[in-house]
Every structure is written in C-alpha cells, then in structure tokens.
C-alpha cells in the first residue's frame, strides 16, 4: 500500500492489523494495539514506542488538569453566564464570590459554642477561611443573615471548597445557624468519624449521612447538591465534568434554608475554605 496509514511511511504498509489500532514510531514504525474499553492513551517513555493505553487516574476530586482556581474560573463563566460579580441576591438565586479582605455584612459568623472566626485574605483565589475554637465540641457557622427564601425540597446548591480533614466542616443549605445541628438541612460533609466524604441531610427529627467513593484530601473540590423533594443527589466535579456520587432518600429537608458553612472541633480544630458558592430555587 502506497503512502501508509497513521503515520507510515510513503511505500510502506503500515503496522497496523486490528481496528482502533495506531502507528507508533521508535527507530522504525511499530503498531501500537487498541486498548481495552474506557482506556485512555497516555504517554509513557518507558515504553517502547512511547506510548500505551491504561485506565484514567483521578486522585480525590480533580476539578481540572491544572486544579486551579483559573481553571475552576473558566468553567463556571461557561455554566454562569453574566459574567462575575462579588454577591448576587436575588429571588431565585445567590452567588458569592469571597473575594477581597472584608467579608459582607450580608454573612453573619455564628458561634454556636466557643468563638471561631471567618477571615478573609485579598486575592480573588484565597476565599473566606471558617475556623472553630480551640476547645472540644466548639462550634461555629457562617450564614447568609437568616435570609431563608430557598426550597430546600427543590434546589440547586454549587461550591467549591478546600477542607483540612480535621473535626467535622459542612457548606450547603440550613433552616436553622447551625448546619452541623439537627435540622432540615443538606450539605455535603467533611467528618473525622468518615475516611471520605459523604452528603449530610437533616428533617428537623433527625440527621444522617451517606459517603462517598472519594477520599477527604485537601485540594481544591468542587461539589453540586441537587434536592427535588423525592432524594437529594451529589455530584463531584472530576477532570471537568459533574460525576453522581451519592443519592440519598432518607432525612429529606423541607421548607425554606439559607447558604451556610459549618465547622466543628472534634479531636482536632477543622478549618474550611470556600472560594465561591450559589444556590438557586429550581422551577
């Protein structure tokens, strides 16, 4: 065959034998086999030919390749559309981006027990930091000044959050200043009492939790809680695409909540990040 096939040369048969199969090239063109189902091609140079097939890797939740606050950015102005602005309210929905060195008087820091702090470091990257006291049990939230117009039976909940696996950290929605309490409420969970994480929900009699296959770290993650009154679902963000995790049917919540972040001293301070958040009332 005249002018081979991926990547022959002129006058030569390529190596190949098998569909999906491609031509590598060392010191001469070799065939490179299809890989198995689902595989990906990666490089490799302790291969032959420089390349092979293996199945993907995603260490915890991977928001892109680079992981990046950037590359987080350039995906939610697809999703978002209107461009960025620092806080939004409006009847349907709320976003806040935690941006400069002053939190809102929108957000409101409640100590539950103790006294914990929320600060924020200039830099549209650096988000607001949520810590607890220095005492077992210390409990503190940061909540959206009990402005409570979101169905917590039908809505949409979006964050991105960096946690340091220590006590226990939440972000979601509650009807009550304590999103860590027994309330109606749903969240997704950060506990030292779980090797992963796991979505939380609350009906005002009790609360629970349900983990997920991914391990607590402390990248950058990116989470969507969606409740339509029948279950409440998780979705991680991995390698820029929204992944089911979890779907939950029991302690669904009900009536109106607020954006809130938790944490709480448990064994050790847990300190929790949020770079940005939204929740929206869906039709």
């Not at 990666?42 to 030919?49: I, R």
């Not at 009492?193 to 296959?213: K, P």
């Not at 809130?260 to 958040?277: H, M």
Request: glycine share 12%; proline share 3%.
């Amino acid at each position: 065959m005249s002018g081979g096939m991926g990547g022959g040369e002129a006058g030569v048969d390529p190596p190949t034998t098998t569909k999906g199969d491609l031509s590598g090239f060392d010191t001469t063109f070799d065939r490179v086999p299809i890989g198995a189902d689902t595989q990906i091609l990666t490089a490799d140079s302790t291969e032959a030919l420089g390349l092979k097939w293996a199945a993907p890797t995603a260490s915890g939740v991977s928001l892109s390749v680079a992981n990046t606050w950037t590359a987080i950015q350039t995906f939610l102005d697809v999703e978002i559309t209107g461009g960025i602005q620092s806080t939004r309210l409006f009847s349907k929905y709320f976003e806040e981006y935690f941006t400069g060195n002053t939190l809102g008087v929108i957000w409101t820091l409640v100590n539950t027990a103790g006294s914990g702090s929320a600060s924020l470091t200039d830099g549209i990257d650096n988000g607001v930091t949520l810590a607890t006291g220095g005492s077992e049990d210390n409990k503190s939230a940061l909540t959206l000044n009990n402005i409570r117009h979101f169905d917590l039976a039908k809505s949409t909940f979006y964050c991105i959050v960096v946690n340091n696996n220590l006590g226990r950290a939440t972000a979601g929605l509650s009807n009550g200043g304590d999103p860590l309490g027994v309330t109606n409420s749903y969240s997704v969970l950060d506990s030292n009492s779980n090797s992963n994480f796991a979505l939380q929900t609350g009906d005002g009699s009790g609360i629970s939790n349900t983990v997920t296959d991914i391990t607590k770290n402390t990248n950058v993650n990116q989470w969507k809680i969606i409740s339509n009154g029948t279950n409440v679902k998780l979705f991680a963000m991995v390698l820029g695409s929204w992944v089911l995790k979890v779907t939950k049917t029991t302690n669904l919540p009900t009536g109106s909540g607020q954006p809130a972040i938790g944490t709480q001293r448990v064994s050790s301070n847990p300190v929790v990040k949020c770079l940005w958040l939204r929740v929206q009332n869906d039709d």
